[in-house]
């Protein structure tokens, strides 16, 4: 059906794609046609979407609406149109009580079948806490909020937070097409996020990686779990998350990180070597909670902010020769821009040299 659409449009399909591949399917809001979310069709002033699609079966069969602007429509087409689409009538069917929490258990049995971390869940499952107030308190339940009443959301709220908060709204969306509702989900595309500012990271100094290296070394060779945990974070890496998970061999560490991925890193023989001598489980073990880890250090060593302990490690062998995509490998990021933070650490190298040659050689000074 959807290489047919594309072919009434007057457009290519995708080459190596068939019908069985397009899972989410199609819709159209407000004269463009998206397939798989992707825009096909893009002047609704121009060019009409064709009698034949805009009565196929299949439309209403995805949503339950067809929802486009019908200025330049003739009247058999305004017809097929629902009314007050700038009112957000949709004609299909609302989500009562029983129904949407029905639909949240499944959704999070479904993500949690898909191999998403506790953290994850845990963070979208107080998201869903947020929105589910946040409706209640504008009066509608949370499948019914339309872009305006998400944006009130926004309001007074951290960016970072609100983007997370996102995160979960969409995520559930996305699943709800499986269902065919897709009213929330396209809401969501008018959605503006709120901006980020991007900020250098923070981190230690090299003196700090220095220092604090040595006092790593000096506990792993008393044995104390202290050692390891320090060193797992400044000399590999390693979110404070991950060394539940991790274990020793003779020149690399090895754990199972964000997303379900396991990843190996280089790592100095004194740390290897504790690793293997300490017991990793039980009373005393150096496996425990990131929460006890965190108290232990704060109260022990005087550290707090432990991720900057991973920011130091990247920006110290930035700033030593080693590439951003090794740095990438090292760090486990599924993606470039992730690790392209710590280029803002580094500055280019003789500026000030440059500045002062073009004024000497323009003033002779």
């Not at 965190?294 to 991720?307: E, P, S, V, W, Y």
Request: aromatic letters at 10%.
């Amino acid at each position: 059906m959807l290489n047919k659409i594309l072919t009434l449009l007057g457009k290519e399909p995708k080459e190596g794609k068939d019908e069985t591949q397009h899972s989410t399917g199609f819709r159209i809001v407000n004269g463009v046609l998206y397939i798989d979310n992707e825009q096909v069709y893009l002047n609704p002033d121009t060019v009409e979407i064709p009698q034949e699609l805009l009565e196929s079966e299949d439309v209403e069969s995805f949503d339950g609406s067809v929802l486009r602007n019908s200025q330049n429509l003739s009247e058999e087409k305004q017809s097929l149109m629902p009314r007050s689409p700038d009112k957000h009538v949709y004609s299909e069917s609302s989500l009562n009580e029983d129904e949407l929490k029905d639909y949240i258990l499944r959704y999070f049995q479904f993500i949690e079948a898909g191999g998403k971390s506790k953290n994850t869940i845990f963070t979208y499952k107080y998201s869903h806490f947020f929105w589910d107030a946040h409706a209640k308190n504008i009066g509608k339940p949370l499948y019914d909020m339309n872009y305006e009443d998400i944006q009130l959301g926004f309001m007074e709220h951290d960016p970072s937070s609100t983007r997370t908060r996102l995160s979960f709204l969409k995520s559930f969306a996305k699943w709800l097409l499986k269902e065919n509702r897709a009213k929330l989900f396209i809401e969501l595309q008018k959605v503006q996020p709120p901006k980020i500012g991007i900020r250098i990271v923070k981190h230690k100094s090299s003196d700090d990686f220095v220092k604090y290296t040595l006092i790593a070394k000096e506990l792993c060779e008393k044995k104390d779990r202290l050692g390891i945990w320090l060193g797992l974070m400044l000399n590999c890496g390693y979110r404070i998350s991950e060394i539940r998970n991790a274990s020793s061999y003779d020149t690399y560490v090895q754990t199972l990180g964000k997303g379900n991925k396991e990843r190996r890193t280089p790592a100095p023989e004194w740390l290897t070597r504790a690793m293997q001598a300490c017991q990793p489980d039980g009373r005393g073990g150096w496996h425990i909670e990131r929460k006890r880890i965190d108290k232990l250090l704060r109260k022990t060593i005087g550290l707090n902010h432990f991720h900057r302990l991973r920011h130091t490690y990247a920006t110290t062998l930035l700033h030593n020769g080693m590439t951003l995509d090794e740095i990438q490998l090292l760090l486990g990021h599924a993606e470039i821009r992730t690790t392209q933070i710590y280029a803002k650490t580094k500055l280019p190298e003789n500026v000030i040299k440059t500045i002062d040659a073009i004024v000497a050689r323009k003033t002779g000074k």
